[in-house]
C-alpha cells in the first residue's frame, strides 16, 4: 500500500509540473522577444534534464547493485526525494514573468482549453501527433530493462545503458537546429515517429544485444527530439492567459 500511495503521489507531482514548466519557459522567452527561437530553447531545456538523468541511472544502478537485489532498491527512491527538494528550492526562486492573467476558474479554463482543441485544426493535430507518439515511445523507459536483461546484460549495466542513450539524446538535443536544417521540420517530424513503429516491432523478434542497445538509442532519441518542437509549436497558438 505504501508503494501505491507513493507512486499516486509521484504521478501527481509530475502532473502538476507537466506543461507548466514549458509554459513558464515560454513566457520568458517572449517577454524577451525570443520566441521564435523557442524549440532551440526547448531543446536545451530538455538537454539539461536529460545529462541530469545521464548522471542519476548509473549511480542508482550502482547503489541497487551493492547488495543482494532488491534489498537497496529504496535507497535510490530516497536520492530522488532528496534531488526533488532541491529542485522545489530552485522552483521557489524563479521569477514569473508578466503576462496576462486568466479571468476565469481553471475548470472553466480547461473545459474552454478541451473545445479549442476541438475546433482549431492545426493545434489539434500537434496535440495528438505529441501525445500518442510521447506516449508509445515512453514504454522504451519501461521495457529497456527487461529487454536489456533478455539480451544477457546484468543489473549494473542498466545504468549504463540508460546513461548511454540520454547522452545520445542530449547529442541530439545539442543539434536540434542542425537537424532542423538538414531535413526540414515535417520529415523530422515524421521520421521521428515511424521510427520507433520500425524499431519496436523489431525489438519483438531480435534478442541480440548489438541490435537491441542501439534500438534503444534510437528509440529515446526520437522521443528526445521531437518533444521541444512540439512544444513550440503548441505553444504558438495558445495565449499567454490560457498557457
Known amino acids: 500500500p505504501i508503494l501505491y500511495v507513493a507512486?499516486?503521489?509521484?504521478?501527481?507531482?509530475?502532473?502538476?509540473?507537466?506543461?507548466?514548466?514549458?509554459?513558464?519557459?515560454?513566457?520568458?522567452?517572449?517577454?524577451?522577444?525570443?520566441?521564435?527561437?523557442?524549440?532551440?530553447?526547448?531543446s536545451r531545456y530538455d538537454a539539461a534534464g536529460t545529462l541530469g538523468m545521464l548522471l542519476a541511472f548509473p549511480v542508482g544502478s550502482f547503489v541497487a547493485s551493492?547488495?543482494?537485489?532488491?534489498?537497496?532498491?529504496?535507497?535510490?527512491?530516497?536520492?530522488?526525494?532528496?534531488?526533488?527538494?532541491?529542485?522545489?528550492?530552485?522552483?521557489?526562486?524563479?521569477?514569473?514573468?508578466?503576462?496576462?492573467?486568466?479571468?476565469?476558474?481553471?475548470?472553466?479554463?480547461?473545459?474552454?482549453?478541451?473545445?479549442?482543441?476541438?475546433?482549431?485544426?492545426?493545434?489539434?493535430?500537434?496535440?495528438?501527433?505529441?501525445?500518442?507518439?510521447?506516449?508509445?515511445?515512453?514504454?522504451?523507459?519501461?521495457?529497456?530493462?527487461?529487454?536489456?536483461?533478455?539480451?544477457?546484460?546484468?543489473?549494473?549495466?542498466?545504468?549504463?545503458?540508460?546513461?548511454?542513450?540520454?547522452?545520445?539524446?542530449?547529442i541530439l538535443l545539442a543539434n536540434s537546429a542542425r537537424l532542423e536544417s538538414l531535413l526540414g521540420l515535417r520529415r523530422l517530424l515524421f521520421l521521428s515517429a515511424a521510427a520507433p513503429a520500425v524499431l519496436f516491432a523489431a525489438l519483438g523478434f531480435i534478442y541480440h544485444a548489438a541490435f537491441i542497445v542501439p534500438a534503444l538509442f534510437l528509440l529515446v532519441g526520437c522521443r528526445m527530439i521531437r518533444i521541444p518542437m512540439l512544444n513550440d509549436l503548441i505553444n504558438r497558438h495558445i495565449e499567454s492567459e490560457n498557457r
Not at 507512486?7 to 514548466?21: C, Q, V
Not at 530522488?80 to 472553466?108: D, H, I, Q
Not at 493535430?125 to 523507459?141: C, G, P, R
Open 7 to 42: 507512486e499516486f503521489l509521484g504521478a501527481l507531482g509530475m502532473t502538476l509540473m507537466s506543461g507548466a514548466e514549458q509554459a513558464l519557459l515560454y513566457d520568458s522567452l517572449v517577454a524577451l522577444k525570443l520566441q521564435d527561437r523557442a524549440r532551440h530553447y526547448f
Open 66 to 170: 551493492l547488495g543482494q537485489y532488491p534489498q537497496l532498491i529504496p535507497v535510490p527512491f530516497v536520492m530522488s526525494a532528496a534531488s526533488a527538494a532541491l529542485a522545489a528550492v530552485a522552483y521557489l526562486s524563479m521569477e514569473e514573468p508578466a503576462r496576462t492573467k486568466p479571468r476565469e476558474g481553471f475548470l472553466r479554463m480547461g473545459v474552454d482549453g478541451l473545445r479549442k482543441l476541438f475546433v482549431h485544426r492545426e493545434l489539434r493535430a500537434y496535440v495528438l501527433n505529441a501525445v500518442t507518439i510521447s506516449a508509445v515511445t515512453f514504454f522504451a523507459f519501461w521495457l529497456y530493462q527487461p529487454t536489456a536483461r533478455r539480451a544477457g546484460l546484468g543489473v549494473a549495466w542498466l545504468g549504463v545503458l540508460a546513461a548511454g542513450f540520454n547522452l545520445f539524446s542530449s
